[in-house]
């Protein structure tokens, strides 16, 4: 069994240890390499305390219980809760996507009006054949932004970026679907 001093060695060093991470993963698998590395009473003891003791706390503490029941006022009161507001962005997203990719499987004939690049004028002017052609090309224009607004609110929900460059690659995705959708949201109809 380990004395006082040596288990206060142990804290001091893992506190003391200042090791500068490169990525997210590296920073991750470090500390999985430390939690693996403990020894099985410290790993017995978590599985009673998160697996057991948190559960019933969360049952019986009173301030959960009261939030419960005020979160369950508000849902019947006025269609949602406080706790719907704690990442907005992300349940509106939630609440987006399976409507955009059940709009886009429905593979609607139609777009916006505004998505076409020629005037009223020069598409009248078009022979039957190069009218349906251009046509084609915007339905499949449309489908193609839908597709992007998917990615970007998929992006969002998924939430999940290795490093600081995939960060603002998802960045620059969300950023160009969201744009399309605040561009072409009146065009969400049918």
Same mark, same amino acid.
């Given at each position: 069994?380990?004395?006082?001093?040596?288990?206060?060695?142990?804290?001091?060093?893992?506190?003391?240890?200042?090791?500068?991470?490169?990525?997210?993963?590296?920073?991750?698998?470090?500390?999985?390499?430390? $939690?693996?590395?403990?020894?099985?009473?410290?790993?017995?003891?978590?599985?009673?305390?998160?697996?057991?003791?948190?559960?019933?706390?969360?049952?019986?503490?009173?301030?959960?219980?009261?939030?419960? $029941?005020?979160?369950?006022?508000?849902?019947?009161?006025?269609?949602?809760?406080?706790?719907?507001?704690?990442?907005?962005?992300?349940?509106?997203?939630?609440?987006?996507?399976?409507?955009?990719?059940?709009?886009?499987?429905?593979?609607?004939?139609?777009?916006?009006?505004?998505?076409?690049?020629?005037?009223?004028?020069?598409?009248?002017?078009?022979?039957?054949?190069?009218?349906?052609?251009?046509?084609?090309?915007?339905?499949?224009?449309?489908?193609?932004?839908?597709?992007?607004?998917? $990615?970007?609110?998929?992006?969002?929900?998924?939430? %999940?970026?290795?490093?600081?460059? %995939?960060?603002?690659?998802?960045?620059?995705?969300?950023?160009?679907?969201?744009?399309?959708?605040?561009?072409?949201?009146?065009?969400?109809?049918?």
């Amino acid at each position: 069994m380990k004395k006082k001093k040596d288990i206060k060695k142990d804290i001091e060093k893992d506190i003391d240890s200042s090791e500068i991470f490169s990525t997210v993963k590296e920073m991750f698998s470090s500390i999985t390499e430390r $939690l693996k590395n403990r020894p099985w009473y410290q790993k017995i003891w978590d599985y009673i305390y998160y697996r057991i003791i948190v559960k019933i706390w969360d049952i019986i503490n009173p301030v959960y219980n009261w939030r419960r $029941l005020r979160f369950l006022w508000q849902r019947i009161t006025r269609g949602f809760d406080d706790s719907d507001t704690w990442s907005l962005d992300d349940t509106i997203a939630k609440f987006i996507l399976p409507r955009l990719k059940r709009f886009r499987e429905l593979e609607l004939k139609g777009f916006p009006g505004n998505i076409s690049k020629l005037t009223w004028e020069e598409e009248s002017k078009l022979s039957k054949e190069a009218s349906e052609a251009h046509w084609e090309q915007m339905e499949k224009d449309w489908n193609e932004i839908i597709d992007k607004m998917i $990615l970007a609110f998929e992006t969002i929900v998924k939430d %999940d970026w290795k490093d600081i460059n %995939d960060m603002q690659n998802q960045e620059k995705i969300i950023n160009e679907g969201l744009s399309l959708f605040a561009q072409y949201l009146r065009g969400l109809w049918w």
